[in-house]
Structure formats: structure tokens, C-alpha cells
């Protein structure tokens, strides 16, 4: 059973940095992973996905080259570190697992088998 949790959240001001952290006492090798955000009232939306390796991954339009998403298997960790913070990144973000993947990333929500419990990002002007 995967059991994933998110770290590193908080407030911050426009143009800083954040890094989340997601967890799992397990081991992940074989998992595809991301980060959704989701705010109040909208659809739950992909922010940054990678392939089980590490070496495939994927952002969309909105945190494209201001965001970064890392895979350590042998820590049994994924990141993102955002950096140039806007307030419309303000959001809760949860990291998500899909087990048993051979290849490539994944970006709907309905692809993954494990959440975590979400942690709040507010950014402020």
C-alpha cells in the first residue's frame, strides 16, 4: 500500500521559491508520479508529471521553465521546485502515484491510484 505524503508548503510573496517534497516509506520504483493543484471551486489540474525513471517529464503552459519536477527511487521521493511564485499558483497541491509503469508520464487525474493528502501554497502580491 502506498501511503504518499506532501511537505513543504506555506506563504510566501510573489517571485519566491517553494520546494514540495512528496514521500513514502514504501518504495515508488515502479511509479509514474505528479503534482495537481487544485482551488476552491475549479477542477483538480496536472501542475508537472515525470515517468517512474526520472527521465521523462512534463509541465504545463502555466509553470512551464519557472517549475521543476525531480524523482529520487532510491530515497523513495519526489519534488517540485517552484520558483518565480505568482499569486494564481495559490492553490493546494497533492502528489499522486500510479503503480505498475513501464514508460512516459501521465497527466490526468483519473491515470492515478495513490493521493496524497494536499498541502496549501499561498502566494501573495
Known amino acids: 500500500q502506498v501511503h504518499l505524503v506532501e511537505a513543504g508548503g506555506g506563504s510566501v510573496q510573489a517571485g519566491d521559491s517553494l520546494t514540495l517534497s512528496c514521500e513514502d516509506p514504501?518504495?515508488?520504483?515502479?511509479?509514474?508520479m505528479a503534482w495537481f493543484r487544485q482551488d476552491p471551486g475549479k477542477e483538480r489540474e496536472v501542475v508537472a508529471a515525470i515517468s517512474w525513471k526520472g527521465d521523462d517529464s512534463y509541465y504545463s503552459d502555466a509553470v512551464k521553465g519557472r517549475f521543476t519536477i525531480s524523482k529520487d527511487n532510491a530515497k523513495n521521493t519526489m519534488s517540485i521546485q517552484m520558483n518565480d511564485l505568482k499569486p494564481e499558483d495559490t492553490a493546494v497541491y497533492y502528489c499522486?502515484?500510479?503503480?505498475?509503469?513501464?514508460?512516459?508520464?501521465?497527466?490526468?487525474?483519473?491515470?492515478?491510484?495513490?493521493w496524497g493528502q494536499g498541502i496549501q501554497v499561498t502566494v501573495s502580491s
Open positions: 514504501g518504495n515508488l520504483l515502479n511509479y509514474a
Open positions: 499522486a502515484a500510479k503503480r505498475g509503469t513501464i514508460w512516459g508520464f501521465y497527466i490526468r487525474s483519473s491515470d492515478y491510484d495513490y
